[in-house]
């Protein structure tokens, strides 16, 4: 139960501050874009009008992604928008895979990834409809329906990034402490695998998907 709580960290002092990284999450997150790379290479190392198997799995991967996207934009920003959005869901789905590896954990365990996730994409969304709509058009719709409720439309907004970020980190951390507590208390002589499937594949991957999907919602709100 002591690993519960250890953090493997690099303390750096910067002009007087302390910058802390957590080691743990950092060889996590470039483990997880090591695998990315292979599997990007795989499926585009030998393209053809007769494809493999991998080449195939990745068309299917991307097809579905671009769909879902340009339901909830159009054509024009799903070809825009797309590639972000394969890519945020390929890098979470793969980190909360992570765990059911031994020895490795989900970057996603730590709350600065699903924060600083959400925070980019609350930014893109945000340049986006500046972008189609204009400054001003935009800044009015804060004032939106009467001018005094302008805090509350700003709170809303940043709202977004704090749900979006603790839904992921509270669920991927829920079952990583799920999983150990049991295994404690079994004294690691029974290990529950169907808990790493549970919390590893099915929640993992339908948590990427709705956080995935909800930077897609974000965007469209933005830009329609």
Request: hydrophobic share 55%; glycine share 8%.
């Amino acid at each position: 139960m002591g690993e519960l709580g250890k953090i493997h960290q690099l303390i750096i002092n910067l002009f007087g501050y302390n910058i802390t990284i957590n080691l743990e999450v950092v060889l996590m997150a470039w483990i997880v874009f090591a695998v990315i790379l292979v599997l990007g290479y795989l499926a585009a190392r030998n393209v053809s009008m007769q494809p493999d198997s991998p080449q195939v799995v990745g068309e299917l991967f991307v097809d579905a992604l671009y769909g879902l996207t340009e339901d909830a934009l159009d054509k024009k920003l799903a070809l825009k928008y797309g590639p972000l959005i394969c890519a945020l869901f390929l890098f979470l789905v793969i980190s909360n895979w992570l765990g059911i590896i031994p020895h490795l954990e989900e970057p996603t365990k730590d709350l600065n990834t699903p924060l600083s996730l959400g925070v980019m994409g609350f930014f893109i969304a945000h340049v986006a409809g500046i972008r189609k709509k204009g400054f001003k058009n935009y800044a009015r719709e804060y004032f939106q329906p009467i001018f005094f409720m302008m805090p509350l439309n700003i709170i809303s907004e940043l709202a977004k990034i704090v749900s979006i970020s603790f839904r992921l980190f509270g669920n991927i951390m829920g079952g990583s402490i799920i999983i150990l507590v049991v295994s404690y208390l079994t004294y690691s002589l029974i290990l529950p695998p169907f808990l790493y499937a549970f919390f590893g594949l099915f929640v993992g991957t339908i948590q990427a998907f709705v956080f995935t999907m909800l930077t897609v919602v974000y965007i469209s709100v933005q830009v329609k």
